[in-house]
């Protein structure tokens, strides 16, 4: 497991911080979260990641619908929004025409949102692992992931490593 940088979207990250009950899931995304600040590693996201905490975070402040208080105060979520920027986040710069291609092929490829598929890019683009609690992506990053690995194994003489990661991500599928 790659505990120094990942690419997390925005479930995973707000499933770690904001879920009201912890759940097993909830409490993984938080200890893997806390291990790469711990070893002084690095959030790898995609400039859209900012614009869905802020609207995430924006509507937990909103009213409810009954006219109740939301879940945050304005003060909690300037304190929430301000914690969350100073972490050790790397945000990925406006994507180039090249960029924007290839997520769009993703997109496209694998009937992913545009949104989706930035995450997926930017993960395939770094060779870093993608967090996220998005199933279906996930599912395309590990079917992604293995197709390198198999290319990786077929260009090198020392595929062992690769091949042994490959076996393994074939068992989580099961």
């Given amino acids: 497991m790659n505990d120094h940088a990942a690419v997390i979207d925005a479930s995973f990250f707000l499933g770690a911080f904001l879920s009201e009950f912890c759940s097993d899931e909830e ?36 009213p409810k619908k009954d006219g109740s208080a939301g879940r ?22 406006q994507p180039d025409s090249e960029t924007q291609l290839r997520i769009s092929n993703l997109a496209v490829q694998y009937n992913l949102t545009f949104y989706d598929a930035s995450y997926l890019e930017l993960a395939i683009r770094t060779s870093l692992p993608l967090k996220t609690f998005d199933r279906k992506l996930l599912q395309y990053y590990n079917q992604d992931y293995i197709a390198k690995l198999e290319k990786s194994i077929k260009q090198t003489k020392t595929g062992f490593a690769a091949e042994k990661r490959l076996d393994e991500l074939r068992e989580m599928e099961k």
């Avoid at 900012?50 to 975070?57: D, K, P, R």
């Fill in 27 to 62: 409490k993984k995304a938080r200890d893997y979260i806390s291990k790469i600040i711990q070893n002084n590693g690095q959030i790898y996201v995609p400039q859209l990641f900012w614009f869905e905490i802020g609207n995430v975070l924006t509507n937990a402040v909103k």
């Fill in 72 to 93: 945050l105060s304005l003060p909690q979520f300037l304190t929430v929004y301000q914690n969350i920027r100073e972490l050790p986040i790397y945000t990925d710069p």
